[in-house]
């Protein structure tokens, strides 16, 4: 069936990512910073914030070289893919004044469109794309932990195939 797969080339693709990951001394050091798993959108790749390892300056969509890298390695594994890609960003709870012209939304949404180029730059065909969304500080990877570092994230979906 197409959906067993799928889930074949979804597991696959989990299995490549690790291993890339682990095989690269320099990123395996960045391994806490991705979390990846299956869910019911498709495969998600999460690239987190950690207490020493940021992926953008603070406050800016300006993404790191560190950041950058870790963006390289995850287009890389997801090249062999066909599967649509959903990109979301979100940001902590630290808060901006009321009346700023610039907060977690735009931030989210910057940074979302931030890695999007990066993922283009390394080769993901642009049609691939199929969503850019910045969530604010609205759905916190640690929940109950506003502040937490890895709120700060990325959120890359392969996207299952529409059935039909």
Known sequence: ??????RVAM???????????????????????????????GLRVQLTDQARFS????????MNEQGRRLMRLVATALLSAPNAISITGHTDGLGYAPD???????????????????????????QRIVRVEGRADLDHFAAGAPLDPTNRRISITLLRRPAG
């Open 100 to 126: 700023a012209k610039y907060g977690n939304w735009e931030l989210s949404s910057d940074r979302a469109n931030a890695a999007r180029r990066e993922l283009i730059g390394s080769g993901i065909p642009v």
């Open 1 to 6: 069936s197409t959906e067993l797969t799928e």
């Open 11 to 41: 597991e696959t693709l989990e299995r490549d990512l690790r291993q890339r990951l682990a095989s690269s001394p320099e990123l395996s050091a960045l391994s806490g910073s991705l979390v990846i798993q299956q869910s019911p959108d």
């Open 55 to 62: 992926m953008f300056k603070v406050g800016s969509a300006q």
